[in-house]
């Protein structure tokens, strides 16, 4: 369009600024970068300010920060006119736009102002849309330039980039605002002039002394995002040292530890290669902070694990960032950092989720808010979100807006299906419902809001305010920046990931139980390595609950695998995803390891990459190798290569590969179809390859979790219900997959459960006793009130109970409708009765006694009973809901689960059972896979796109689903190929169970 130069200016933000600075590098355009400010007063004017210099763009940046954090609501900020100074805006231009309807003498006042704050570095905004007044709104301003001498400069305003995204502009005002259309009125943009226009509409609307200003404004700016130069913190370097000679100490201490009997020369030679990188690189710092997090982290007992590249870091491992032992693995640093990639490397920590909290105010505390915040994560429109939105500002009812969005299931891609506004009695024809098609495709992928990312911290040296603007994040004690983690990439911030992981929190707790029982402590290095009983549980599939192999897709590879030590769980973890099932390498690896078909190398060379894996490439780092050896790439190519894998199908950006790979090897003698066949299985890990390294430090938490799942679970049990939500698992499906494996639990009951669940019988047998936390409403200071009062002395009734906990008539209500008065007031009808008539007491009648006579209530049929456990605790004790159905499921041959193991293969067979999971995973080409529950066990249910496709209605809405089909048994894998579905939900009666869906 013939621009030389775009200012972008976000309201109180720069959060588009990088997005933006890439792609003008890329168009050779000249970026202004800035922002834009309400200004309120008694005549009140939008200010633009826009930064000349490195130095303006921080004091920009830090004004910003005032705004965002001296808010009380995110998102907002309130900016009075008193509160801008042009000192604290140096090395900034202003643009001051007043508003339209002011009068003669508020336009000069804002003027005025603009001479007391920002002479010689001022302008007033001209923004001409086309509007009836637009002739006298610009004599109104030349009155102002002529008795200030502040010059005019056109402005557009601009909104849009073109003039169709009107609608689409007027959608998301409604959506700020909260209203439809209809009531939006003058808050609506009157006309769609608000766009990028040519250089020839410019020219027809400004006088020409007014353009002529915008490249005198552009001039002034000379500021690019490549001046920012981030620096490390350096507290983490004790006095007397540097960074470089610290890093070496800590590490030979820590390879000291990890090799007590003497480190072996190759690790050593390996220390001292990446110790050069690094110093080569100088990233001692950020090394050292990540060593400083962790180490803080264990003097409080948080369990916390390195992963992703950092295992393969031998460093890493002596400092106690990963506890991967790098000589279980295939060390490639350079997959980790390289001197052409020339960026920090980037390491990702988990904490346990429950107290990785501390770990952020550690941080905060440490290096303060000013130096340390959250990085930010732009969240866009996606399918349901863009549905509610559009379907709501265009004035749809909100029921018809709610089923349509609820109506749209993960695999239904990102169009709005035509078939789903059919089933609402909506018409195609109708003008409003073409709208909603047509703007729904236009919103999707368009930023909504910013919000935190899960860890992500930057930490600086000087002031990150200064780099970029830090905001209050919705949560209390948050605060983060307005870059996405993918902006911070771009211009060289570092960030550390101090990510939750759940399972972290289960393990410690199960430890910490399994302590208590032993009677000392018992720590993740305490557990034996490479127990064979663990394995063939592991090989069984017994994995319900488990870290990483408890999916159905996981579960239906272990008896085919059979993995039998560490490394086959490492190959495990890293097989079943969408990189190497896409890739086509998951038939030819268990084919192999099966003996079926012999393992071969495409060359000698090539064996020193692939022997770890059958001569199937599996890992990124495989890949990365095969392009060094085969094809002639350099490290740091071979890095390049494996972000362009990770970012091609979002950003293309592999085919320049093409030419240089298939080149490359058919040049060093190996087979053009084979060179192809490496290209394809590139493209394959573009799907999410995973890198060896990530699948090691996983399978550490795979067999840890399998261990004690095999040799302690009740601890297993206890401490999962302790850590939810969490996992693939809902409570009860945990409750029953224990029970099947002879553990016993007990009810919820105030005079015997704490608020967490507990072991009982420790001596023996444990039994897993449920907390008060499962009880669906109960508020857990109340839930502590009951604990800390039986612990002065046990209650003699439920009315004892309400008037020393102090607890609520609906507390009460709660509690027996859970069943957990039991103890005190016999069977839950009792319990329901009695609760109802107590209510707190004045201080004054507290201990007063309360004479009235019993009334003795008939106990509830199994059948409520159940009904009322699912409804309080989402699970029952008694026996299986399709237990008291069996008979009425029986009429019908329905068959139960176990009965089905029996069955031959190919055998057409009826079934029934609670759906408790639905997944259809992107690999799957359209088949959803169907986890159905009876009293005897699960059975796993294939239904296939025609069937998905012909019956939606009962495999997406069904809780108790018939299916009759082929039954499949091939060895320890066993599945039911639906060939049609019957809803049974109404067999259910009252019965709410859920189920959890998954992509």
């Not at 399994?514 to 720590?523: A, D, M, S, T, Y």
């Not at 990483?548 to 579960?555: F, G, K, L, N, V």
């Not at 850590?723 to 409570?731: E, T």
Request: glycine content about 6%.
């Amino acid at each position: 369009m013939g621009y030389t130069a775009l200012a972008l200016t976000d309201e109180c933000s720069v959060a588009g600024v990088v997005r933006a600075h890439v792609a003008a590098q890329e168009n050779g355009i000249k970026l202004l970068v800035g922002s834009q400010f309400e200004v309120f007063c008694h005549f009140p004017f939008s200010l633009t300010v826009l930064a000349c210099n490195l130095n303006g763009y921080g004091n920009l940046c830090e004004f910003i920060t005032k705004l965002r954090r001296s808010s009380d609501e995110k998102g907002a900020y309130q900016l009075e006119v008193d509160d801008i100074t042009g000192a604290e805006l140096q090395d900034c231009v202003v643009i001051a736009s007043p508003k339209r309807m002011s009068e003669p003498a508020q336009v000069e006042q804002c003027a005025r102002w603009l001479l007391d704050q920002f002479l010689g570095r001022c302008w007033l905004g001209v923004e001409l849309l086309s509007l009836l007044d637009d002739e006298m709104w610009l004599y109104r301003l030349r009155q102002a330039s002529d008795l200030t001498a502040i010059p005019l400069v056109a402005c557009g305003d601009v909104h849009f980039h073109v003039r169709s995204r009107k609608a689409l502009q007027d959608v998301l005002t409604a959506t700020r605002l909260n209203r439809p259309l209809t009531e939006c009125g003058l808050d609506l943009q009157p006309n769609a002039e608000r766009h990028l226009r040519t250089r020839l509409r410019l020219a027809q609307t400004y006088p020409a002394d007014l353009l002529a200003e915008t490249l005198h404004v552009a001039a002034r700016c000379t500021f690019s995002l490549d001046e920012l130069k981030y620096q490390y913190p350096d507290e983490v370097v004790p006095a007397g040292e540097t960074a470089a000679s610290y890093l070496r100490r800590i590490t030979y201490e820590g390879a000291g530890r990890r090799w007590p009997d003497g480190m072996p020369a190759k690790v050593q030679l390996q220390i001292e290669h990446e110790l050069e990188l690094i110093s080569d690189l100088k990233y001692e710092h950020y090394f050292l902070t990540v060593a400083d997090i962790v180490q803080f982290a264990r003097s409080q007992h948080i369990l916390c694990q390195g992963r992703g590249s950092a295992a393969n870091s031998v460093v890493c491992y002596c400092i106690g960032v990963t506890e991967v032992d790098p000589a279980r693995m295939s060390v490639l640093f350079e997959r980790f950092i390289s001197k052409e990639r020339n960026e920090p490397p980037d390491i990702d920590i988990d904490f346990e989720h429950e107290r990785r909290e501390e770990i952020l105010q550690y941080l905060y505390r440490k290096y303060g808010r000013e130096r340390a915040a959250l990085t930010g994560v732009v969240i866009s429109y996606r399918p349901k979100s863009t549905i509610r939105d559009v379907g709501k500002a265009l004035g749809f009812e909100p029921d018809i807006v709610d089923q349509l969005a609820k109506s749209h299931k993960w695999f239904d891609g990102r169009e709005l299906q035509q078939a789903r506004l059919l089933e609402l009695g909506l018409s195609l024809d109708n003008l409003k419902v073409q709208q909603l098609m047509v703007l729904t495709d236009q919103l999707l992928g368009f930023p909504r809001h910013l919000s935190q990312h899960p860890g992500g911290f930057v930490i600086t040296k000087g002031l990150l305010s200064r780099m970029v603007p830090i905001e209050n994040a919705s949560m209390a004690d948050r605060t983060v920046v307005q870059w996405d983690k993918d902006d911070l990439d771009a211009v060289g911030l570092l960030k550390v990931d101090c990510l939750a992981l759940g399972m972290l929190t289960a393990i410690r707790k199960a430890l910490d139980l399994i302590g208590k029982r032993k009677g000392h402590v018992f720590e993740m290095q305490d557990i034996p390595s490479e127990d064979q009983t663990t394995y063939d549980m592991i090989c069984k599939a017994e994995t319900v609950g488990v870290f990483q192999i408890e999916s159905r897709a996981q579960m239906s590879m272990l008896p085919r695998l059979k993995p039998r030590c560490f490394y086959d769980l490492v190959v495990e973890v890293a097989l079943v995803r969408p990189g190497p099932i896409t890739g086509g390498m998951v038939h030819p690896y268990l084919q192999r390891r099966q003996g079926l078909e012999p393992v071969v190398y495409p060359s000698e060379a090539l064996k020193v990459a692939l022997e770890r894996t059958l001569g199937v490439p599996i890992f990124q780092e495989q890949v990365m190798q095969i392009s060094m050896l085969a094809a002639g790439f350099t490290a740091g190519e071979a890095d390049g290569l494996r972000r362009a894998m990770a970012a091609w199908k979002r950003k293309g950006g592999l085919e320049p590969y093409y030419e240089k790979i298939v080149n490359g090897m058919t040049d060093r003698g190996y087979e053009k179809a084979f060179a192809v066949q490496i290209f394809e299985q590139i493209k394959g890990f573009g799907e999410y390859g995973f890198p060896e390294s990530h699948a090691a430090s996983f399978a550490l938490l795979v067999y840890a979790s399998c261990w004690i799942k095999c040799h302690h679970p009740a601890e297993f049990l206890t401490a999962m219900l302790n850590s939810q939500p969490l996992g693939f698992y809902s409570p009860s499906q945990l409750v029953q997959d224990a029970k099947r494996h002879g553990v016993e639990v007990r009810a919820a009951d105030v005079m015997h459960s704490d608020v967490d669940c507990t072991l009982e019988d420790m001596d023996h047998k444990p039994a897993v006793r449920l907390g008060l936390r499962l009880l669906h409403g109960l508020r857990s200071d109340a839930a502590a009130a009951i604990v800390a009062t039986r612990q002065e002395r046990v209650f003699d009734s439920a009315e004892d109970l309400a008037r020393r906990a102090g607890l609520e008539q609906h507390e009460m209500q709660l509690l027996a409708g859970a069943d957990a008065l039991m103890s005190l007031s016999g069977h839950r009808r009792q319990q329901v009765w009695e609760a109802s008539a107590l209510r707190s007491t004045p201080e004054l009648l507290r201990d007063a006694p309360v004479d009235e006579d019993f009334l003795e209530l008939p106990e509830a049929p199994e059948g409520e009973e159940i009904v009322f456990d699912y409804a309080a605790t989402g699970l029952t004790l008694r026996r299986h809901p399709l237990a008291l159905l069996r008979p009425l499921l029986a009429k019908q041959r329905l068959r139960t689960a176990a009965e089905l193991q029996d069955c031959r293969n190919g055998q057409l067979v009826r079934y029934c059972g609670l759906v408790t999971l639905r997944q259809q995973p992107d690999t799957a080409n359209g088949v959803i896979f169907v986890s159905l529950e009876d009293e005897t066990g699960v059975v796993q249910v294939i239904c296939w796109r025609s069937i998905k496709e012909a019956q939606r209605k009962e495999l997406l809405n069904s809780k108790l689903l018939a299916v009759y089909g082929t039954w499949q048994s091939e060895g320890e894998l066993r599945s039911l190929v639906a060939g049609h579905l019957l809803d049974l939900t109404y067999l259910l009666g009252r019965l709410n169970t859920q189920s959890r869906d998954f992509h």
